[in-house]
Every structure is written in structure tokens, then in C-alpha cells.
């Protein structure tokens, strides 16, 4: 490398703390230090908070509580039989019909309420019939379910508690069906981290008990080290290469988070500002990378993201990322990466979309590929988003031409013939990375 071109490069090192700012080095200095050791420290507070959490719940204004249900519950069959669940407090009785209530109104899998025997603290539920985990064939099938059935409750608000692996039923179809759900606690009014506190209890019970591969926060922050040697599947994922650096949560990170380049840093420093990003939409991103730019989308508003990617292991991280966020959030994101070109975007058959973007991908293609892909794009959308690229240190192996396709003017060019004639250029000083947003007139 020469003197100038080093000389280049340490002042765009220089650019890049500067966009970062003294809040932004601040916390990437503590997510790459103190924040991992900090969340695996705090977390015995955390149970001695759920604890308590649990007491308030348990104690919350029983009489008016009692009332609400009874006006929830109405009329129901005096008459039917079925199995008797006794609460020797009306604390207990009360929260566990309100969890029954919400998780059969949400489709959870928990036994029928047949009546309430509301003198005696008592709940009649459908006798399930069914076999125990143990003596059911137990397959990857059958856990599967079992996760699928965990995180539909703690998606409607609810943690289970201590359960022992008799407390689910198989029923004659394959359908696991909670028994019990005398210790269900309500998420409603905690934090965040308390909320994925309580939840990775239930997820490691789980994990133990069934062989579940639930993630949790103590396995996510196994992977804070980039060489270690996690296992290539669908749970864990891949990081020993990390193109565009994450941050899930202060305790969980990888790749170069400072770098206002990618990820996390380029999502703070300029696509969380001046995005437009379509809330309640559709979005197709090209070129898609490990899809943390889609599901950053689908996080902020976005109801549904489809990724573009060539390469199969970054595919595999957006699956992982992708359950990342969703345990974080606890919530789904509906997302899906499709393997191959973007050139290839005609042969998918694709719907319409609300937006389309390609970040820093497009160039890769030649000029008359990306001028057919911008027309097709055109029928599937009004609005096109591309990152054009005007770093000129990177490497191109000799091809200048990319050069000139990752320039801006080229871009605003393309998306002119292309039919997108309405444009807005956003170009931070300094900064080698911007935006151009096309929209049809």
C-alpha cells in the first residue's frame, strides 16, 4: 500500500469515528467490553425481580379482577363434564383463568374451558387425552411443535414457569396441548430484559427437558468470539464470517460495529434517518447479505420483507438473525431470503412491492443487466432505493468500470431510463456510501 493510499485510509478511519460521535463510541465501547459481563451479572437480580414480579401479580386487585372475568367467562355449560383444577387462592385462581382465557382466544395450544366453579377457586377444562413426551415416538417433528407451541405463548403475553415433562399431552393427531397452567405469569408492564429474562427460564426448562434448541441470551453470547466453533445448523448459525456487524442487544454482538460502513453502524448513521421505509408494506432487498438491512426494515414497520442472495451462508445467518430479533422482540417477522442472482429477479416471480432496495449490490452486475433489472423492477414497484459506492480505496481487482456503476451518477442515470424519475440524493459530508430514492412520477 502506498503513502497516500494509507494516508486515504486512516482518514476515512478517522471519518468513520467521527460519525459515530461520542454517544456512538461511547456504546460501542461498552458493547465490545462491559456489556456482556453486565447482563450475565445482573441476571440473578433479574429472577429475584421476576420473583417479586410474580407476588404483584398474584396480589393485583383481586376483587375487580374477579368481576372482569366473570364478564369475560359468561355462560357456560354447567352441565359438562371434564377435569377440575382447585387454586387455593383467589390470587392464583385469577391469574391462571386469565391466562387460560387470553391463550385459548389466541389459538395457543391449552385444554377447553368447559365451566368456572367461581365459590371454590376452581376451573373445569376439557379432559385432553393424549400421551406424555416419553411415551409418545419423540422426533425432531414432534419438538419442533413443542417450540412452535412455547413461543405462541410467550407471544401472547404469558411465560409458563416450572413445568416437568409430563406437563404436556400428545394428542392422537401429534398436537402437544399444555396441562397445566397453574404457575402462567403475564409479561404485561415488564421491561424488555425482564420480559426476555422470564422468557429464556421458560426456554431452558424447555431446552432440558424436551431437547429443544431454543435460543436464550447465555447461548447467544457464546458466540461473541468470531472463530468459535459453532455448530452449521439452523439454530446456532454461522459467524465465523461476519460481512455486515450486528448488534442484537448490549450483550450480543459481532463483527466490526463501529464501522459506519455496515450494519449496525451504516443502519444507525444514515438508513434510520432517511429511509422510507413503508410501514405496514411489502420490501424486497437485493443483494441481501445476512438480511439484517430487512429485518432492521420489518423492525421500524415494514409487515413483510423478502431478501435476494447468492451466497448460501449468509443465507443462513438471516435465518439465524432472524430468530435473533425474534427472540428479542418476541414476536415473528415474516421474512424469508431467496437463494440466487438478483440478475435472476424476472425468472422468480415475484408480487409487487411497497419499495425495493439493493445496497452497494447492483454494480456487481453489468451495465446492460442492471438497466434490464431496473426496468423489470419498474413493474413491480413505485419506489427504488440503491447505495451507490464512491470509496475509492477498495479493491476492485482491476475492474475500473465498477467504479463508474457505483457512482451516483450513474445510478440517477439508470433510474431514469428506468422510469423512476422523481430522485432525492442523500450524501452526508464525507461519507462514501449514499443514498439515491427513486420514485415513479
Known sequence: ?????????VVKRIGQVRRLGARGL?????????????YSL???ARGIAAA????RALARAIPLRLQALRERVGALDARAAGVRIEFGTAGRFAQSLEALLDLEAAGCAVPRMIRVDWPANAIIVEAVEGSTFDECRQSGESIALIEDMLLAIHRTGYVLGPIDRDGILFTSGGQPVLRDLGQALPLAGL???MSAHLRDCDRHRFNELFGTQLLTAARLRTLLSPSAAIPHDRVRGCFTEVYAPVVIRDDIRWGKIWNTDLGIGRWNFIMRKHLPIPIGGRVLDLGSNNGFNPLQMLRAGAASAV?????????EQSRF???AYEWLDNRSYDFRCIHGSQASLPAMNLPRFDMVTAFCSLYYLSEAEIRDLLRYIRTRTDMLVLQCNTDRLIDRGGQEETFRKASVEF??????QAGFSKRQIITPPGYSRPLVIGRAS
Not at 500500500?1 to 485510509?9: E, G, H, N, T, V
Not at 431478501?307 to 443465507?315: C, K, L, M, N, S
Open 411 to 416: 445510478a440517477v442515470e439508470m433510474l431514469d
Open 191 to 193: 421491561s424488555r430484559d
Open 52 to 55: 417479586r414480579h410474580r407476588q
Open 307 to 315: 431478501g435476494v442472495e447468492i451466497d448460501e451462508a449468509a443465507i
Open 1 to 9: 500500500m502506498s503513502s497516500s493510499q494509507l494516508a486515504a485510509k
Open 321 to 323: 438473525l432472524k430468530s
Open 26 to 38: 461511547v456504546h460501542t465501547a461498552y458493547v465490545r467490553t462491559l456489556g456482556p459481563s453486565l
Open 42 to 44: 445482573t441476571d440473578p
